[in-house]
């Protein structure tokens, strides 16, 4: 879009066309630097272990990446964020449970619509809840029982490899966490996951 615009400008000389190539361009750059500045910050978090993180955060950095997607296909995205605590967690790799659930969500909606993501702390049993639910074609039964195998997938070829969901459910295993599946077809799916809050993990000190 940049360079494109840029172009433009230059072949036109009138004003009205400059300012509006000069406003497209300002836009784009300032779109180009917020995700840069999010890929900089995963970047620098890419540690192999698990630590308290605000999920909240991990959620709207996700949600910057798959902006362009999500606008492509006319989903918006509506987020009910309760107060919660800090997460024990590897942050990349709930990010990618995360990006393939919304990525999910999204193509169970071709023409659009309404994703919901909801994070809240459950006090009884300390967990932080995470929620993302579409309003697209939903599961049937059959197919719901086999989500989280690996390499089952609905998809065409190239589309879909059916890993992702077991990679996702393995991910939040590791967690010490539990991830569930809901549908009703024709009225979307709703994914559940429970992780294990901060304080509950923590490393305990050895004597060795
Ligand atoms: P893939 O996306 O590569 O097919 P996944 O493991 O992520 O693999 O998903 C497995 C299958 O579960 C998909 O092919 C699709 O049929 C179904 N599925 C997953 N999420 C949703 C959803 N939100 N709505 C409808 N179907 C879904």
Do not use: W
């Not at 004003?15 to 840069?36: H, S, V």
Request: glycine content about 8%.
């Amino acid at each position: 879009t940049i360079i494109n615009y840029a172009k433009m400008g230059m072949r036109h000389k009138d004003a009205a066309t400059r300012d509006k190539c000069f406003e497209k361009i300002l836009t784009a750059g300032n779109r180009a630097a917020k995700i840069t500045n999010t890929v900089l910050g995963i970047a620098r978090n890419r540690s192999s272990g698990q630590e308290p993180t605000d999920l909240r955060q991990l959620i709207e950095n996700t949600l910057v990446l798959l902006e362009r997607e999500m606008n492509k296909y006319r989903v918006t995205v509506d987020k009910r964020f309760e107060p919660i605590p800090e997460a024990y967690i590897n942050g990349n790799q709930v990010q990618q449970v995360l990006r393939n659930l919304l990525i999910n969500a999204r193509q169970a909606m071709p023409r659009g619509g309404r994703l919901m993501i909801r994070l809240s702390h459950d006090v009884k049993n300390n967990t932080i809840d995470l929620v993302v639910r579409d309003y697209g074609c939903g599961i049937p039964p059959e197919k719901l029982r086999r989500i989280f195998d690996s390499f089952f997938t609905t998809k065409d070829v190239g589309q879909g490899t059916g890993l992702g969901l077991s990679i996702c459910y393995g991910i939040v295993q590791e967690h010490g966490g539990n991830m569930y599946a809901a549908s009703k077809p024709g009225e979307g799916a709703v994914f559940t996951i429970e992780i294990p809050v901060a304080s509950d993990r923590q490393p305990v000190a050895s004597d060795a």
